[in-house]
């Protein structure tokens, strides 16, 4: 590789994002957290996802009919839980630069394409595994087998003193 391949090459890990994941979950802090302190060691800025959808049952059922004022609160919702979220891990990472990001669709389907420009992609695991985790399909797997850029799940604490 030549020199001037290797410093653009690591000039576009400092300058890309690390792409989080942040549903409000204890699980989805924790990565939050951890893409927070990975980003401060290595110099890269933090963006935090969080997206939101009308539930299956209200597409598929013409009973259930959502007015664009229903909609603009599931938004504002997303967008108050994410910026609270981001505001209290951020507290000790000043420097960090965050950058917010509300989007309307399936949550692996954002964080996959926001993987595209990523240096890593970090997500919350909650823990549906075996058999429960193969019938839901959970974000985390989506990403680890589809995203473009390495990708970090963070698993929930034990509570357990080491």
Not at 79 to 95: D, G, Q, V, Y
Request: glycine residues 8%; aromatic residues 4%.
């Amino acid at each position: 590789m030549s020199t001037t391949a290797k410093s653009y090459s690591e000039q576009a890990d400092r300058t890309s994002p690390i792409v989080v994941g942040v549903d409000g979950s204890p699980t989805a802090r924790l990565a939050l957290d951890w893409a927070i302190h990975e980003a401060e060691a290595h110099g890269n800025p933090v963006l935090a996802i969080s997206s939101w959808e009308l539930p299956a049952l209200a597409s598929a059922s013409p009973g259930f009919a959502f007015a664009a004022a229903d909609m603009e609160e599931l938004a504002d919702i997303c967008r108050k839980t994410l910026l609270a979220e981001i505001a209290e891990a951020s507290e000790e990472h000043p420097s960090v630069q965050i950058e917010s990001r509300v989007v309307e669709g399936p949550p692996a389907m954002a964080l996959i394409d926001a993987s595209k420009l990523a240096v890593a992609l970090v997500t919350g695991s909650r823990g549906h595994g075996g058999f429960i985790g193969l019938l839901l399909g959970s974000v985390s797997q989506q990403c680890v087998t589809h995203a473009h850029c390495p990708v970090v799940v963070i698993h929930p604490r034990s509570g357990k003193s080491a």
